[in-house]
């Protein structure tokens, strides 16, 4: 079953990222649950904690979003903290390395060249 994910990333603030979790925990895994939620994780990071959500739609995500106690646990939280986005979130790919094309440069000198090593054997 090909899931949609959805994150709420919480950062460390003048009060500690877990203790929201600690406070909101039961009542959003709850409300998850019983709005279509297939399966959910924290993740506690270095810079806060990230509840991922699995949906089986988009429209259980929006139902869940809207509830009353999903929109108090939002706004328990200081708005330059919080991060509610699509996709799996914390370090979710870091492991992977970023590729960027080679830069294209045109006219440009030659890159230097270091002459072959020469290896003169002595007789004794």
Same mark, same amino acid.
């Given at each position: ?10 950062? @460390?603030?003048a ?6 979790? @600690? ?27 990230v ?8 429209? @259980? ?16 939280? @200081? ?28 006219d ?17």
């Amino acid at each position: 079953m090909n899931l949609v994910w959805w994150s709420i990333e919480v950062r @460390d603030g003048a009060t500690p990222a877990r203790q929201w979790r @600690d406070a909101w925990s039961r009542s959003l895994l709850e409300a998850a649950v019983t709005h279509g939620a297939h399966d959910f994780i924290w993740q506690a990071e270095p810079f806060g904690v990230v509840l991922e959500l699995g949906f089986a739609e988009t429209g @259980d995500w929006d139902r869940f979003r809207s509830l009353p106690a999903v929109t108090a646990a939002v706004d328990a939280v @200081d708005p330059t903290s919080i991060y509610v986005y699509p996709g799996l979130g914390g370090g979710a790919g870091a492991g992977l390395p970023r590729r960027s094309p080679r830069p294209i440069v045109e006219d440009a000198a030659p890159l230097p060249v270091s002459p072959a090593f020469i290896l003169v054997a002595r007789l004794p």
